[in-house]
């Protein structure tokens, strides 16, 4: 089903080119609230859309200036080329994405058993802890998991500390 033209949001007045909202709330039945919010919702996300066409060409301009910046630093001296200007420098940045694979390298213990993808890494981190095994590994837990934990033991595991927080949602109807 389409969406209504996003009308404008009640409560808003241009100050200085911004939009600000300069009115205290009155006290409104919760229905009149949502209807509000969902109408300003409707209007950020149009304004936000247009603003993102009205940008288009400018962003694809600045992409393509540094796609033919890319070339002709590869051209001139490769990844440790730069070309430093009154107006600024171009140069490469060479960045490093890391993941942990299934099909990657597996690891060997000591015993001789084979580990792959996260236990290849855990087994590698802590059979080299001292070396970079402490530095390498992160470690982090899913709020599922510590949920389930919580749910069967009342308690979460040792280590892990839990806080909650309340906020609304509005979802449309």
């Given amino acids: 089903m389409p969406r209504k033209k996003a009308e404008k949001p009640l409560h808003v007045e241009r100050v ?10 009155p006290p409104s039945p919760a229905s009149d609230l949502i209807g509000e919010y969902v109408r300003n919702d409707d209007w950020i996300a149009a304004q936000d859309k247009a603003y993102g066409e009205h940008m ?4 694809d301009r600045q992409e ?13 001296g490769g990844k440790d080329a730069s070309f430093k200007t009154d107006h600024g420098t171009a140069y490469i940045s060479n960045i490093m994405n890391t993941k942990i694979d299934v099909d990657a390298a597996p690891f060997t213990n ?16 802590l059979n080299n802890w001292d070396e ?14 510590v949920k389930q934990w919580i749910e069967k033991t009342g308690a979460p595991p040792p280590g892990v500390s839990i806080s909650h927080f309340a906020r609304v949602n509005i979802r449309r109807s």
């Avoid at 288009?56 to 962003?59: A, E, Q, V, Y």
């Avoid at 393509?64 to 001139?76: C, M, S, V, W």
């Avoid at 000591?110 to 981190?125: P, Y």
């Fill in 16 to 25: 200085k080119g911004a939009l600000v909202d300069n009115s205290p709330l």
């Fill in 56 to 59: 288009k060409p400018m962003r």
């Fill in 64 to 76: 393509a200036i540094k796609q033919q910046l890319h070339e002709k630093l590869l051209a001139e």
């Fill in 132 to 145: 970079i095994g402490n530095e390498m590994l992160q470690i982090g837990v899913t709020k599922d998991a």
């Fill in 110 to 125: 000591a015993d001789q058993t084979i580990s792959r993808g996260r236990e290849a890494v855990l087994d590698f981190c």
